[in-house]
């Protein structure tokens, strides 16, 4: 909690309004007063510096929903460096700081493998920070990775999915249908390990899935390098097109990048899919 919030101070912690004259409480304008307009809309403090009568205006806000959704598979669980954070931290930190933001924004925020629904206030920062505390705890899961269930996410929120995508893809292609039928749009956010895009080993090794399903021993790993790099630039594609074609965000992040990177993309990207 500590460090998310760190995190969260970084961004400016603004709501994403939308500038359009409204019910709300932030103050955006003064206009002179027209026809039409009660005497109980004039700001008389204003309108007394001069002749002229002024209305005071407030900008429209409404409060989104927001839904994240974080993998707790088996994979998010690597880290190339014992001194790096895992897949499944980093994704944990941003989620829980990008939580923080958008609550401080006004906005409701839930956790979809939590069964959390987007609500706002201090309580729901709580009950967010220990469902992913719980999540942390509990380690990786049973299965190698985790498939996003969007049933309960509310129709025409935003969601963000926090995920390495190494896994099947087909999960995740149904998210997106999912969120297509109901006015869902979101950010599809790829964790990487800088080890995972590299693919640094030689000679004899033997790769394991953290699940321990899986399996796999050669004398000369360095011939696997350019089909490995291959495979992943293509799901990477894959992905993109998959955010593209639903009209969300696709990005990929490194967990040895500074994670306040990470979050001020975010929350750009949140504001542009807001208007």
Known sequence: ???AEHLANSVL???????RIGPGAEFWQFRPSGPGDAATRIDWRRS????????????????????LWVDTGAAMAFSGDPARETKAARARLLSLALALVLLRGGERVGLAQ?????????????????????????????????APDLHAAPAGGHVVLFSDFLGDLAT???????AAARSMRGILVQLLDPVEES???????????????MSYETLRAGDLRAQYRDRLAARKD?????ARHSGWHATTMHTDRPPAEGLLWLYHALGEGRR
């Not at 912690?13 to 500038?19: D, I, L, Q, Y």
């Not at 894959?238 to 998959?242: D, E, I, Q, R, S």
């Open 238 to 242: 894959h992905l993109a097109g998959l």
């Open 172 to 178: 995740v292609e149904g998210a997106l249908h999912l």
């Open 48 to 67: 007394g510096r001069g002749d002229d009568l002024f209305v005071r205006e407030t900008e429209w806000q409404a409060a989104r929903a927001v839904t």
């Open 114 to 146: 939590a069964d959390l629904p987007p609500r706002a206030g201090r309580g729901q920062a709580e009950l967010l920070t220990m469902a992913l505390a719980q999540d942390g705890a509990a380690g990786g899961g049973a299965t190698e990775h985790g």
């Open 199 to 213: 693919f640094p080993f030689d000679g004899r090794t033997r790769f394991e899935s953290l699940s321990g399903h």
């Open 1 to 3: 909690m500590v460090a």
């Open 13 to 19: 912690p603004g709501a994403h309004g939308r500038r």
